[in-house]
């Protein structure tokens, strides 16, 4: 235990309320890091009475925040920024430390936040109103303004981007906030908002609660006070979170589960097909709701496929994040058993093991969450990974023969996040991009994230966006002013 801490850089280990740093009501609780299982710090917990404390603090701050100086609110935003480049490689070891992830890994998170807070404090200079023929001596206006006091619900896969992703645009349309990030993984967090208070940021536009979900989740659906609610996580969670939140009326945006298909067509290059899935199935050792969870290949180039994507996956390295790895560990035991539930059902209904399949426990992999990366060849909609979101690196392989048939195996899902479909056909890419059920298409590539585009699914994936111009009209209302002039 004593080495693990000894890693750990100096943090605060309490809630974050009213520009003051607070130790909860309820009983600490332990940070692990998943490829050890041994404790790195015990961290406060609140409740109810810390939320409520919180929404008051972020209530009192929302005029003065929504009423500052453009100019000053921006530069504040730019700082946060610098300051978190600035301190890149500790905010990645803190979060590798306590998530898995390996380190470059963890560092590419950070960087992500430092794009999506310039961009978004640009943005805030964007938030355009506009002006609507009017009858003679009327004038017809419409004003975006800040929605007002906003609760945000993040959780452990990524635990910094998410953060940065809802507070970033929430503080630059001139909202504050109350953040509850996952329990798991609240270093990340208070590192973040170590830095909120280090650049100036004014007490109450941002504060952190750390404790027991439905608790602090309920008490910011609860109140009328609360005007926002923005979420990632499961779609179970986040359809009980919209539920009470008609109760007040709140303004949303949810992004929940996926299962994303990854489809390879007969004239795709099979080269920057297998590349571009391997990155994105063992980023994040496939913890990612954007990961590839649903393989579709064209049986015309099946076999050269599986040939080349054997030979990548077994350059795959796994172990301790801190270490140069392409994989780190799982998050906890509950993880791995679910994967090799599905594992297990697929080789039970006919699935063929190319790789993988069990859980790494040799040597240094005994005390930590590892999983071997997996191939499952015949996998078919039988099976219930044809159907369940697998977070783990696990690629189920579907074959198909045309088309039509892929695009309908490809939509046959509740969620609509992410799809990606590799071909060198122009009309083909149109045709399929138009007849994919998601919200985010990758066509030849696996980019679908970025600060300047936005992020968000359909169907049970969620509501609303992120990122992009859409993003922070998330945090903004619509408001029309008619006024007559008097003769």
């Not at 409740?47 to 453009?70: C, H, N, R, V, Y």
């Not at 940065?164 to 630059?172: E, G, L, M, S, W």
Request: a negative charge.
């Amino acid at each position: 235990m004593a080495n693990t801490q000894a890693k750990l850089p100096k943090i605060q280990t309490g809630l974050y309320i009213n520009g003051q740093w607070v130790e909860g009501s309820l009983e600490k609780k332990a940070v692990n890091n998943p490829a050890t299982k041994e404790e790195l710090i015990q961290v406060s917990q609140g409740g109810e009475t810390e939320t409520l404390k919180a929404i008051q603090a972020a209530k009192e701050a929302f005029p003065k925040w929504s009423g500052m100086e453009l100019a000053d609110r921006v530069k504040l935003i730019h700082a946060i920024a610098d300051k978190i480049e600035e301190k890149a490689d500790q905010l990645a070891l803190i979060m590798t430390l306590e998530q898995g992830k390996p380190v470059k890994e963890a560092k590419g998170e950070i960087l992500t936040n430092i794009q999506n807070l310039h961009w978004n404090a640009e943005e805030a200079r964007r938030i355009y109103g506009e002006t609507i023929p009017a009858p003679n001596q009327h004038k017809y206006e419409v004003k975006k303004q800040p929605v007002g006091v906003v609760g945000a619900i993040t959780p452990w896969n990524f635990p910094s981007n998410m953060i940065v992703r809802k507070i970033a645009p929430a503080i630059a349309a001139g909202c504050t906030v109350i953040l509850k990030p996952a329990s798991s993984t609240p270093l990340s967090p208070i590192a973040i908002f170590e830095i909120f208070h280090e650049v100036g940021l004014p007490a109450g536009v941002a504060n952190l609660v750390i404790g027991p979900s439905k608790e602090i989740g309920k008490t910011l659906t609860d109140s009328d006070d609360v005007r926002k609610l923005t979420f990632t996580g499961s779609t179970e969670v986040g359809k009980m979170l919209y539920e009470q939140s008609a109760q007040t009326m709140k303004k949303i945006s949810f992004e929940l589960g996926g299962h994303a298909p990854f489809i390879i067509f007969d004239d795709a290059d099979i080269d920057q097909a297998v590349d571009g899935l391997v990155a994105m199935k063992f980023r994040n050792n496939g913890q990612a709701c954007t990961s590839p969870n649903r393989i579709f290949v064209s049986k015309a180039v099946k076999k050269e496929f599986i040939e080349k994507l054997e030979v990548a996956v077994g350059e795959v390295t796994v172990g301790n994040g801190l270490t140069d790895v392409m994989v780190g560990p799982l998050i906890n035991e509950e993880a791995i058993e679910t994967i090799q539930a599905q594992v297990d059902d697929a080789k039970a209904k006919g699935a063929t093991v190319l790789a993988g399949g069990e859980r790494l426990t040799e040597g240094d992999y005994a005390n930590g969450y590892f999983y071997m990366p997996t191939i499952l060849d015949g996998v078919t909609t039988q099976m219930i990974i044809f159907y369940e979101e697998t977070f783990g690196p696990v690629i189920p392989l579907i074959d198909f023969d045309d088309e039509e048939e892929v695009i309908k195996m490809a939509n046959d899902s509740i969620f609509g996040l992410a799809s990606y479909f590799f071909t060198s056909d122009l009309k083909r890419a149109e045709k399929v991009s138009e007849a994919l059920e998601y919200g985010l298409v990758g066509v030849n590539n696996t980019a679908i994230s970025t600060s300047e585009a936005p992020f968000g699914g359909v169907k049970h994936s969620g509501v609303g966006r992120e990122n992009g111009s859409y993003g922070i009209q998330e945090f903004l209302e619509v408001k029309f002013v008619h006024t007559k002039y008097l003769d």
